[in-house]
C-alpha cells in the first residue's frame, strides 16, 4: 500500500513541467496533475477489484519503508509544500486545473488518518526533542493539528468551486502546517536532525526512482532504514 508521499514525485515533475510546455500539452498534464495530487494527499492508491474489498498491489512495487515519526514530519510537510504550491500556482494561472473542496476535505481527513501525524509528534516530544524545547513543541504540534483541521473545515463550508482568495487562503494554511512541522524538525537534537534528513532524502530519491519507472529492483534493491 502507497504512503503518505510515495508519489510526490509525480507532483514535483509534473508541477515543473508544466511551466515549460504548450498549452494544449499543459492542459493535459495538469489534469493529470490534479488527479495525483488527490491520490497523493490521500496517501494510498486503491483499485476496485469485482466482488473482492482487497487493495490491489503491484507485485512489481516493492513496499516502502517503515515510516519513522521524524520521517513522517518530514513527509507531511513536504506534502503541505506541494499543495501550497499547486494552489498557488492555480491562483496565478501557471496551471490551468480544478481544484475542488471536496478534494481537499477529504484528502486532508486521509492525510490525517494515514500519517497519523498527531501520534508521530507527540512520539518525538516523548522521546526525542530535548526537555527545554518541550513546551514549545507541544505548542506547535497542538496549532499543526488544530490548522490542517481547519483546511478541512475551511473547505468544508464551501458549496460551489473555489475563489481565488479562498485557494489563497487554503495555500496559507498549508503554508502554516509546513513551518510548523519544520519547528518540530529544528527541535531536535543535531545527530536526530542528520538521522532523519538522510533517511528523508534516501527516500525521497527511492520514490523518484519508481514514479520516473527507472526502478531497477536487482540494482537499487529495497530501501531500509537503519538506526
Do not use: H
Not at 42 to 68: C, F, H, M, S, T
Not at 142 to 171: C, H, K, W, Y
Amino acid at each position: 500500500m502507497f504512503k503518505i508521499t510515495q508519489l510526490i514525485w509525480l507532483i514535483a515533475v509534473g508541477v515543473t513541467n508544466a511551466f515549460n510546455m504548450s498549452s494544449s500539452r499543459r492542459q493535459w498534464l495538469t489534469n493529470s496533475i490534479a488527479t495525483v495530487t488527490s491520490l497523493a494527499i490521500q496517501g494510498k492508491q486503491q483499485l476496485a477489484i469485482a466482488d473482492d474489498d482487497e487493495v490491489y498491489q503491484n507485485p512489481n512495487i516493492p513496499a516502502g519503508p517503515e515510516e519513522r515519526s521524524g520521517l513522517v514530519v518530514l513527509r507531511v510537510a513536504e506534502v503541505c509544500n506541494f499543495q501550497e504550491k499547486i494552489l498557488r500556482a492555480v491562483v496565478n494561472g501557471d496551471i490551468d486545473t480544478v481544484i475542488s473542496p471536496q478534494q481537499i476535505v477529504f484528502g486532508t481527513q486521509v492525510l490525517l488518518r494515514n500519517s497519523n501525524i498527531a501520534g508521530n509528534m507527540k512520539l518525538m516530544i516523548d522521546t526525542e526533542i530535548p526537555m527545554n524545547q518541550r513546551e514549545n513543541a507541544v505548542r506547535d504540534a497542538v496549532i499543526t493539528m488544530n490548522t490542517l483541521q481547519s483546511i478541512s473545515s475551511t473547505a468544508g463550508r464551501i458549496l460551489r468551486p473555489f475563489t481565488p482568495d479562498e485557494m489563497l487562503e487554503i495555500a496559507d494554511l498549508y503554508r502554516d502546517v509546513r513551518l510548523r512541522l519544520n519547528n518540530m524538525y529544528e527541535y531536535l537534537p543535531q545527530k536526530e536532525k542528520d538521522k532523519y534528513y538522510g533517511y528523508f532524502m534516501a527516500v525521497t530519491e527511492y520514490e523518484k526512482k519508481i514514479a520516473e519507472g527507472v526502478y531497477n529492483p536487482e540494482l537499487d534493491g529495497v530501501l531500509k532504514l537503519e538506526y
